[in-house]
């Protein structure tokens, strides 16, 4: 098992030898195991198809184990244990998962309806969920927004939306699958300057990202994955410094070009943030 | 190389191929909306009022058009219609183009062999084929045709100076369960998403393709598509499902019904009811 946290403090969530599989001859994940503290922010790295987001699926209940467990809160997150509206409730209300396409998310006609969705599913009193939305699109700076069609929103006021729509519930935990991924530059910094700020860093947040230039903002654990394994773990500046992992897990890539005299070499190449930082040369 | 104007023989204007011209009919569905949605914010007459009356008002005047039997309290209506378009800033134009051409052409295809087979006083003969035009056939289809265009205008001035989304939580009103509401408003949500998609796909499409496509070939690609896009809305689907679990979703859906009717609202209840009332008198 891997632990992610150096702090002794209780476990959010404790998975143990999970194995998922999308069918009996693809494995998402094999054997996987981590345990994630509360106030942790762990930024899971890895390439297209590594399982980043079939775990964050697992850790949301969205998807149960083949085999091994996961644990949350000290209890276990089975397809049983969620049968029980207390419980379920519950964990919905501590746990949330903003979606890699937002489109996924926002499924209301409106925007003042996505935000009130989840509150009025856990039940809450009617005018309690009006305030608290007005609440949430002020935070978020989204109230001008809150009449309009999903369908006439840029990207960025669609991850705004979906951001709003799950911190409604001021969850302990949040699940953020590829946060940054098909936003322009100053969306992108949105989303980090609020990761980075969401409650004095006090909270939970676990991030499956391969966008290596917001690791060091949002995160101070890192475990990275390949073909649904864990094949690296620790401080994200002592993860980003490994080259050769980073290039073997395809996190980094070799970057081939011509120089003036005409000879051609190949290094290992990555943006880190604003900096363009070329690792040694292999000519 | 310059080719001379002289000697280059006049270009014929193409005939938009398969793929354009769906890409343009999608292009216009999109259009269409996003007009609709503009419309249902103006400040007019209809816009202002709670959803829950229009719906309620209009389907009352709707009823009493549908059960007149005089032609003269249909036209009465139609009028009334008219007037809250104007008072609405409904252009006369986009109810001609979207209601009363496609109603005429509809209903006057469904009309057409009562003017000749209904008996009755023969007012005239078609020439040439001798068929005969009676009275009470020419009645008939009058009924029919103005039933259905008043019926028409009145459901699309609903739809014209309402927000969608408000049309579909009025039906509440009406008793519609709100499992029904909540997937009719998904459905409204998606569809956008799946007419973006389909219009990336042919435009795709049309970037790498050279000349026109034969019968069998636009057949094979109308079918590969409505495949893709099949296949991308049921992925879809279960990844919405998921999100909306993700949320709390249980298996019933609840909805915040925002609606407050002020004085203005009952009073123009009541002068739609009041209305629809002395229709239903005056067409007995």
Redesign the interface.
Known sequence: MIPINTQPTELVFDVRDVVYRYTSDVIALNRISLSVARGTRLAILGANGSGKSTLL?LL?G?YFADSGSISAFGQPLTEESLQD?AL??AF??RV??V?Q?P????????VF?EV???P????WP?DQ??SKVKETLDLLEISHLK?R????LSGGEKKRVALA??LI?DPEVLLMDEPTAALDPKSQSMVVDFLIGWSGGAKTVITATHDLDIVAEIADASVVFQAGTVVAQGEPAEVLRDTSLLERTNLIHAHRHIHSDGAIHSHAHRHLGHEHLHAEHDH | MAISSQTAAPRRKRRASFVERTIAGLAEAMERALYA?ELAKANGLLQQLDPRVKVVGLLALLVAAALARNILVILGVFALALALALLSRVPLRTLATRVWLGALLFTGTLALPAIFITPGQVLARVPLLGWPISAQGLSAAAYLITRVETAATLSMLLILCT???HV?KALRVLRVPVVFVVIL??T???I??ML?TAQDMFESRQSRMVGTLDAADRRRLAGASVGVLLSKSIQ?SG??Y?????????GE????D?FTLRGRDWAALAGFLGTAALAFWLGQ
């Open positions: 699926r949301d969205l509206d379920a409730f919905r209300r949330a998962l979606f396409n489109d996924v998310q926002l499924f209301n006609p409106t309806d009130a969705f989840g009025l599913q856990l039940r009617k969920i009006r009449d069609s999903p369908h006439r729509s799950v519930l | 949605e927000p969608w989304t579909l408003g998904m409204y949500r998606y956008f998403l973006q879809l990844d919405v998921l999100a909306m679990m993700s949320r709390g979703y249980r859906v609840y909805t915040l925002d």
